[in-house]
């Protein structure tokens, strides 16, 4: 992991060492960290704005690790990164992750039975009208309809963790401030096997706003506004 020192781009980035744990700071902000291999560390990711910028309001890109060894780590969806920015208008920021029954970041999906997972969610921007959807992310050029992974997902009650809706393609709500939510994902498993990829193949749920209409009063934009995934696995 790079250090990032003093950015004059319009989007500054930065970092901080984590416990799995507790998500507390282990370490000092943007300074090197080591990974010994075959083990994991956990982060933080900030992005400050420096200026505004026109274009589209959504923006991504990479997360690179650039190590001792090597210029820089493989880039995959598993470490990718969504940016958001709509002006003067208020925008929610979804923080999320996703939980598996095996707490490995993998949900396994068998024949019949499909398989499921969990995402917890809270959002620390504006109060705002969002969507929740799951989709699946796949290596560019696999089209075929037949090894491509579907999801179902409804919002949860944070005590019984059970469906307070029928199981829909997506889920709109408000998101209040600072009010956890949670969500149930059930995925169905593909008539032939992709393989597995967990670097390449991800079950997303993402989170969205949408944008005020244009001056003639259509035309909303989706806009992103928070996004965790995990691998899904076909058994």
């Given at each position: 992991m790079r250090r990032v020192d003093a950015c004059a781009r319009p989007a500054c980035p930065g970092f901080s060492p984590r416990s799995p744990a507790t998500n507390t700071p282990v370490g000092a902000f943007n300074a090197p960290v080591d990974i010994p291999a075959g083990q994991s560390r956990t982060f933080v990711f900030a992005v400050a704005?420096?200026?505004s910028g026109l274009g589209d309001p959504t923006t991504g890109g990479p997360v690179r690790f650039q190590c001792a060894n090597v210029f820089f780590a493989p880039e995959k969806l598993a470490n990718s990164f969504a940016l958001t920015s709509v002006g003067t208008v208020g925008v929610a920021d979804m923080i999320s992750t996703g939980v598996t029954a095996t707490n490995d970041g993998i949900v396994n999906v068998l024949p019949g039975t499909g398989g499921a997972?969990?995402?917890?969610?809270?959002?620390?921007?504006?109060?705002?009208?969002?969507?929740?959807?799951?989709f699946y992310a796949r290596p560019f050029g696999e089209d075929d309809p037949a090894k491509q992974f579907t999801a179902f997902i409804c919002e949860t009650d944070l005590t019984t963790r059970t469906c307070v809706n029928g199981l829909t393609p997506t889920v709109e709500s408000t998101a209040v401030p600072n009010v956890p939510r949670t969500f149930a994902v059930f995925v169905l498993r593909p008539t032939v096997d992709p393989g597995f990829d967990p670097g390449q193949r991800r079950m997303f749920v993402e989170f969205e706003q949408f944008s005020p209409p244009d001056f003639f009063g259509t035309n909303p934009i989706p806009i992103l506004v928070g996004s965790t995934s995990v691998a899904p696995r076909a058994e």
């Open positions: 704005s420096q200026a997972f969990a995402v917890a969610t809270v959002n620390i921007g504006a109060a705002a009208a969002i969507r929740a959807r799951p």
